[in-house]
T-cell receptor, first 114, second 119 residues
């Protein structure tokens, strides 16, 4: 079985500060990992994905995430927060290979203040 | 491409009424997913289809919920009869595992959602 735990349902940072959103996964097989972002009243959009290639994955809008197998983590970071980054962020996991469904974490709401 | 199209965007109905939510996936995508999002339970996968065939419906809450995909360009999620606890945002998403350099990577494209309120 697979699962995702996002630490912290709410994170607040100042504009220009580092953004760190935490995600830990559980999987009995090599996972695929994803980060999605949801803006108010919209669907989810893919930020980035890890599919067993490079462990450091770069996504859109300056975000990146690093896959650490030893820590079963896939934390999302951005060096400098922008007001437009305020949204809800979801980490998700699926099994590698073949056809599989995505399991989402509970989400982390990011607030960015001036 | 216009993306995944869902209708209606908002639905307010009374308990006991039938509700039908509709989804048009991205052309060429062969997998379709229905998710439900609530504050209490987050994002829950209700059902997914691959090549129009239901693969896993273990997330469907109960017999009041049913989903169909009669062809590659259309799917419905029906609730009959509806109850107040069904109030949520229902998302449809589609993906393609054909021609992806990493088959099975399941990059989902989501629709804007259908917000259902059952009074």
């Amino acid at each position: 079985a697979q699962s995702v735990t996002q630490l912290g349902s709410h994170v607040s940072v100042s504009e220009g500060a580092l953004v760190l959103l935490r995600c830990n996964y559980s999987s009995s097989v090599p996972p695929y990992l994803f980060w999605y972002v949801q803006y108010p009243n919209q669907g989810l959009q893919l930020l980035l994905k890890y599919t067993s290639a490079a462990t450091l994955v770069k996504g859109i809008n300056g975000f990146e995430a690093e896959f650490k197998k030893s820590e079963t983590s896939f934390h999302l970071t951005k060096p400098s927060a922008h007001m437009s980054d305020a949204a809800e962020y979801f980490c998700a996991v699926s099994r590698s290979g073949g056809y599989n469904k995505l399991i989402f974490g509970a989400g982390t709401r990011l607030a960015v203040h001036p | 491409d216009a993306g995944v199209i869902q209708s209606p965007r908002h639905e307010v109905t009374e308990m006991g009424q039938e509700v039908t939510l509709r989804c048009k996936p991205i052309s060429g995508h062969n997998s379709l997913f229905w998710y439900r999002q609530t504050m209490m339970r987050g994002l829950e996968l209700l059902i997914y289809f691959n090549n129009n065939v239901p693969i896993d419906d273990s997330g469907m809450p109960e017999d009041r919920f049913s989903a169909k995909m009669p062809n590659a360009s259309f799917s419905t999620l029906k609730i009959q009869p509806s109850e107040p606890r069904d109030s949520a945002v229902y998302f449809c998403a589609s993906s393609s595992d054909l021609g992806d350099r990493v088959p099975g990577a399941n990059v989902l494209t989501f629709g804007a959602g259908s917000r259902l309120t059952v009074l």
